[in-house]
């Protein structure tokens, strides 16, 4: 029986397919600026229970595009809007907001705050997408055809026009249905060489250490593949969720996740995809920023002379000043002209940011993936020698960062104080990022 690959975020038959390879992911590479953090997600794998609400919002949104675009690409034209609000009132909350939550830790909270928040993504999904709509329609739809949605990306990383491969210490665990190979626990190499082994996780028939040599590929997912209309150039486009959009967009720049994603879609196109289009070529990438903080509480009210602001220094979506406009039975004329000028300003709550990319650029980042690649494995392999039994061996080999900056919002924060015992992640519960399963049968 084949082996397949299971890696999580990528239930993919595309990526079972890949079957002993080593797959690296932007998230993995990112983690790699605090070992700690990287010991505990990559490593350990450990489930951190918590909900976070800003991503939770911004999964949900993806979720909501996702919709939207599938419908997009069938005919090439437009939903009404009136059709996507309906959605979102109507089917929203089960096939979007409860599907969400059904993978995440409720139990750790109470029904009313679960609740609460379900129902503030409802709210701000409502609220905001007549901007994305507005936006896209204007600066996407018109000028890009869409190819895919939430597209598989994968290709080996090569050096010296070879594919790098190291060998790695796996664990071979023997089922009655299969036999899956994982990679190691910090500890667990050690342990095994003094005969002191025990799983902590699963009651396998057998369990062993085997060494396997593996070739690296990277592995992504694309939120939409667009191919120009006038021009046979690909563009890569994202999707990002923020409180501020300004602030955000300016940080792009450093990003190196979508240019790592055009060079393997280069790779795939060399290989045969959208042949159909005939002699096409990279031609960059395409932020979509959609600001996460509108809701009905931005809703303008009217002032006590029963009007509305027109003050140009407090922007405000012009979306929702049309409608305060219509509920409040104004005179829509004598709101024209500022509600034309919030529509000018109307990037501050979505926006689009184009960047052309030459082969140069790609060529480039092929090299600096093959780098990153090696320094995973480096620090994968430094953490997995961890001997509990040596004093302080864990805070050498898993060192925490120097200076936190986001302890606020890390979530390992309470599994990395000061005075944290090594052995305490021994009781924290796994949830196995990557695998290679052999079915018996």
Known sequence: MKTKLKLSRYDDEEIE????????????VQSLSCTRSYTYEYVETISAERINKNFAYGA???????????????????QDLKQIKSYIFQKSKVEIVDLYFSDQPTHLYDASE????????ID???HSIDGWYYNWKKNIHSKYKILDIEKILYSPIVF????????????????????EYRQLYTGELADYKRNNFTNKDRDSISFEIVQKELPFYKVGKADVVLIHRERKSIWILDHKTTKSVQSYASKTQFSLQLTG??????????????????DIYIGGIIWDFCCSDISSAKVPKLLKTKKLSKSQSKIVPFWLYEQAVTESNLNKDEYQDHIEFLKMNSNKFFSIKVEDISNSDLDRV????????SRLYKTRNFVELTDFNKPMDWDL?????TICNIFGSCKFSNNCFANSKPHDIYNLSRQQKMSWITPKY
């Not at 949900?60 to 437009?78: A, N, P, R, W, Y």
């Open 17 to 28: 397919n890949l079957g002993f390879v080593r797959p690296v992911t932007n998230s993995e």
């Open 60 to 78: 949900c949104f993806h979720m909501l595009l996702e919709h939207i675009l599938k419908e997009v690409k069938k005919t090439d034209e437009m």
């Open 114 to 121: 679960i609740t609460e928040m379900k129902m503030s993504i």
């Open 124 to 126: 701000r999904m409502y």
């Open 160 to 179: 010296g026009n070879k594919i790098y491969k190291e060998c790695f210490l796996l664990a071979k665990e023997e089922f009655e249905n299969r036999v």
């Open 261 to 278: 994603y055009c060079s393997i879609l280069r790779d795939m196109i060399k290989n045969g995809l959208y042949k159909e289009y005939g």
């Open 366 to 373: 092929k090299i600096e993936d093959y780098v990153l690649a």
């Open 397 to 401: 080999r898993s060192s925490r960062f």
